[in-house]
């Protein structure tokens, strides 16, 4: 079912002036060449996500101070590329941690729900959900609210990752962008793709992991490779943005002292990979059961996340480092006088703490990223594998717990996100250490093997062949070949935006249709509006008769007029009908394509790639033959006809459909045989499917030798 929103006449007028601009100036762009088309998207994608971050940084920052820091009285550790390395600071009011945790969870839950529910949660898990399903979909106000909510949430001391609320904005203005310059599915996915990858790059100061991530992270098993240059150009541009405020040094400082000497170290590492891939599957399996847990718990949605604050507010007292993003804690573990200072008893109770925290948080409907407390968890989990082993004081240990704490950042949170390389990169940029690669290539892959298929991000698709897309794409391949505009049909209806609801509900049942593209006064596309999609009167604001044009679905797909036929397949698959308007250059209607003309379309296609077959074969030639009423072919089965050898039939077109015939094909009459065969044996075809008295007659008079 599709729902529509009434939108104020302002914000539709603004909306519709901001697509209109937009194509103006960036129109050209869509049937540019890739490389062309992508240093322009991903610049403005990256600045974009630039801009988005450095809001959302200073927005926390903001929220931390007066939530968490003034009104708790607990200021969290810092690291050393964020104000410089400072231990967390004793709790001056005990009471108020909990109740400012869940007040802020309160305030993020009435954002989230009132105003844009898909700001819930994760929003990585959103944004690829969105690559793989509607490229176009995302709404502007998510920004704003995610923005909002997010810094609450975690300014006030819940436990969540600011990567997902940047990669949230970013992957938003992808798909606005996308849908304001009417680009192909593909290219809107990867306009996604680009601003997830562009808004980690900037907030983990980490361009190359963020711009590979944004190409790993959508599949479990794939890569989606077309997305790797935009995803490069929108990173560091991104970087650059957010860096001219904030700097470009690494998070947790420059980490180099250690460097990989002895092959024995290898077995440390070994099994510090099998723990922090364990610890990857209990973050997962701990978070999603949190939030089955939560759904099922009957109290308003708003107040679920007040609930889980007050719980993490309380386990905060215990365990500070699981307040707010933890990455203060993770600085402090890589000191190894502090982390030998600290009780045994809290170092190994940092990890799992900060899962149930976690999962508390963004579980009940919280707003934040579990990419950051990921890689808090690993980090633990390496600092608490190397305390143990110094304690026992065991060979081959080295001096200092860096190595283990970036090595179980890179294995905990790489193995369950199916990120591996990405986060090995980000790392690397994030503690400044490139000395690490081979410990982190051992462990990583072992964690990998311990995960299996468990995944954090339940929006990811296994590989290519399960995207729809994809799917679409290699299974029909020659859809590329085919112009839309050859197979679009004319609208048979196209609705004014000035029209009234009543009246464009009495024009669909004249023309007996489901739904209509709507343009404006200048006949510029502004969305669609379908039947189910119209909200009933008594929902209406405060019209008597609500215009077209302030219910038409403006996140409608549409494909372009000089694309072709794969385009229209993805279009159609992730659309909420059966039909998608085709738009020219200036955005007006000009045709529409459904399912009906995709199959015309496809046929098409297959016709002319079998006559290509035919003049590329050496020595042959395609011929093809319509059945007659008295052939000898007539309800014969392929295997039992008398071909002359080298001969195949290709296709039968039967009633407007292609068939591809086998052994058990039975022609019938009107069929058309596409049969490829060599030159001189066409005339026992002709023989086969045509009339005897006229192949007779063409033949002189006497059969050929194939059929006596």
């Known amino acids: 079912m599709v729902v529509v929103t009434q939108l104020p006449l302002r914000l539709l007028r603004a909306r519709q002036r901001v697509r209109r601009t937009t194509n103006r100036a960036l129109g050209r762009l869509r049937t540019a060449p890739y490389i062309r088309k992508w240093l322009v998207l991903g610049v403005l994608i990256g600045v974009v996500a630039g801009v988005g971050a450095l809001v959302f940084y200073s927005a926390l920052q903001a929220a931390t101070h007066y939530l968490l820091g003034s009104a708790g009285g607990f200021h969290p550790a810092t690291t050393a590329g964020e104000g410089g390395v400072h231990p967390a600071g004793g709790f001056a009011r005990r009471w108020a941690v909990p109740v400012v945790v869940g007040a802020g969870g309160l ?37 704003a609210v995610k923005i909002v909510a997010s810094a609450v949430t975690i300014g006030s001391g819940g436990s969540g990752g600011r990567e997902g609320p940047t990669a949230q904005i970013s992957a938003s203005f992808g798909s606005m962008l996308a849908r304001a310059l009417n680009l192909s599915p593909a290219d809107a996915r990867i306009a996604v793709s680009t601003g997830i990858a562009s808004g980690i790059g900037a907030i983990f100061r ?37 860096g001219s405020v904030y700097g470009y040094a690494p998070i947790f400082g420059y980490h180099t002292e250690y460097r990989f000497a002895h092959a024995g170290d290898l077995a440390w590492f070994a099994m510090l990979g099998l723990l922090a891939g364990g610890m990857g599957r209990l973050y997962a399996s701990t978070f999603y059961r949190v939030n089955a847990a939560f759904r099922r718990l009957r109290l308003p949605a708003a107040g679920k996340p007040a609930l889980a604050g007050l719980a993490v507010g309380a386990l905060g007292l215990a365990v500070p480092g699981v307040l707010g993003t933890g990455y203060g804690a993770v600085q402090q573990t890589l000191d190894a006088h502090r982390l030998t200072e600290a009780t045994l008893a809290l170092v190994l109770v940092l990890p799992f703490m900060k899962i149930l925290a976690t999962s508390l948080t963004i579980g009940s409907g919280g707003s934040g990223g579990i990419f950051g407390p990921g890689m808090v968890i690993g980090g633990a989990t390496g600092a608490a594998v190397w305390r143990l082993l110094t304690d026992a004081q065991l060979p081959l240990v080295p001096h200092t717990p860096v190595p283990y704490v970036i090595v179980g950042m890179i294995a905990c949170f790489g193995s369950i996100a199916h990120a ?15 000395s690490l690669l081979a410990p982190a290539m051992v ?7 311990v995960v299996g298929d468990a995944t954090i991000y339940r929006s990811q698709l296994r590989n290519r062949a399960e995207s729809p897309a994809h ?10 070949t085919v112009p839309i505009a050859d197979v679009m049909a004319t609208p048979r209806l196209v609705l004014r935006a000035s029209a009234t609801v009543d009246e464009a509900l009495a024009a669909l049942d004249n023309a007996h249709l489901p739904g209509a593209p709507v343009v404006n006064g200048d006949g510029a596309f502004i969305g669609s509006l379908h039947r189910d999609g119209v909200p009933p009167r008594e929902q209406a604001e405060d019209d008597e008769a609500p215009t077209v044009g302030r219910i038409a679905d403006p996140n409608a797909i549409t494909v372009a007029a000089d694309g072709h036929l794969d385009a229209a397949l993805e279009a159609l698959a992730v659309s909420h009908g059966d039909w998608v308007p085709v738009l020219d250059q200036t955005s007006r209607v000009v045709g529409i394509i459904g399912t009906g003309d995709l199959v015309r379309g496809y ?29 000898p072919a007539i309800g014969r089965r392929v295997a039992d006809l008398s071909l002359p050898r080298h001969t195949v039939i290709v296709a039968v077109l039967r009633h407007g459909a292609l068939l591809f015939a086998d052994a058990d094909t039975t022609l019938q009459p009107g069929d058309t045989v596409s049969a490829l065969t060599r030159i001189g044996d066409e005339p026992v075809l002709r023989v086969l499917f045509a009339d005897p008295i006229v192949a007779a007659d063409e033949t002189g008079g006497q059969p050929p030798d194939a059929l006596i």
């Open 603 to 631: 046929q098409l296609a297959l016709r002319a790639s079998i006559r290509r077959l035919g003049r590329a074969a050496k020595g042959s030639i395609l011929v093809e033959h319509t059945v007659s009423d008295a052939a």
């Open 420 to 434: 591996p390389l990405a986060v090995t990169l980000m790392v690397a940029e994030m503690t400044g250490s490139l």
């Open 443 to 449: 462990a990583i892959a072992l964690a990998i093997l």
């Open 107 to 143: 305030v993020s839950g009435l954002l989230v729900f009132l105003l844009a529910p898909e700001a819930e949660g994760h929003g990585t898990d959103a944004a690829i959900a969105a690559v793989h399903h509607n490229p176009t979909g995302m709404r502007a106000r998510v920004t």
């Open 206 to 242: 980490a361009p190359l992991g963020g711009a590979v991530l944004g190409a790993e992270i959508v599949y479990r098993d794939d890569v989606e490779t077309e997305a790797l240059v935009p995803s490069v150009v929108a990173s560091i541009v991104a970087f650059a943005v957010f």
């Open 471 to 480: 799917r679409l794409s290699l299974g029909l391949p020659l859809a590329a």
